[in-house]
């Protein structure tokens, strides 16, 4: 499987450098022409699946490249953002948000942010080429598993609507390439 990981466009929290969750924050201006503009990185790419988060900001992200590329979009609730539990909302200048650990009382372990995300892959068949349209913390733990060593969650800000791509044949994840914007 060709797996595209797509990160939603801005949202003000994002400009507030707030820890968004699975609360419904939607795309401001910026975060609307970023989701447009990131259909160009779809520019001869034939997918066989558009999946979403059911969060706003990522389905009006998938909503652009559906319209770009004719691809219905599936709407997929293991998609949605880690749950930070206390933690949404708060600023990142009161947190080192990239160091999380499963010790904070009702943070979603990292692993089962995975598992989640990667048996939302597994319905899929392994000879299509899919884009999951996510968020910065899920699409992390993916490629910790893709690359514990360099990515993943402590080591890698993604940068809002980046394009990650990974071969998975099943069992393992290779990164392609990962964080490119247009």
């Not at 590329?69 to 949605?80: R, Y």
């Not at 990142?92 to 942010?113: A, M």
């Amino acid at each position: 499987m060709i797996l595209y990981l797509l990160r939603h466009g801005e949202t003000d929290w994002n400009t507030e450098m707030r820890l968004q969750g699975r609360e419904d924050v939607p795309l401001n201006e910026k975060g609307l022409r970023q989701a447009k503009e990131a259909t160009a990185m779809f520019e001869g790419v034939k997918l066989d699946y558009i999946l979403s988060s059911p969060l706003s900001r990522a389905v009006v992200t998938a909503g652009y490249i559906s319209d770009y590329t004719g691809v219905p979009v599936i709407i997929e609730p293991d998609l949605t953002e880690r749950y930070f539990g206390a933690l949404s909302g708060a600023n990142y200048r009161d947190i080192d948000v990239f160091k999380l650990t499963n010790e904070y009382k009702g943070l979603e372990p990292i692993n089962e942010v995975s598992d989640r995300m990667v048996g939302v892959f597994d319905k899929y068949p392994l000879d299509s080429t899919v884009l999951a349209v996510s968020h910065g913390g899920a699409i992390n733990s993916v490629l910790k598993l893709a690359d514990r060593e360099n990515k993943g969650p402590g080591r890698e800000k993604l940068k809002n609507a980046c394009l990650s791509c990974l071969d998975y044949d099943g069992k393992s994840f290779k990164v392609i390439f990962y964080n490119k914007t247009v």
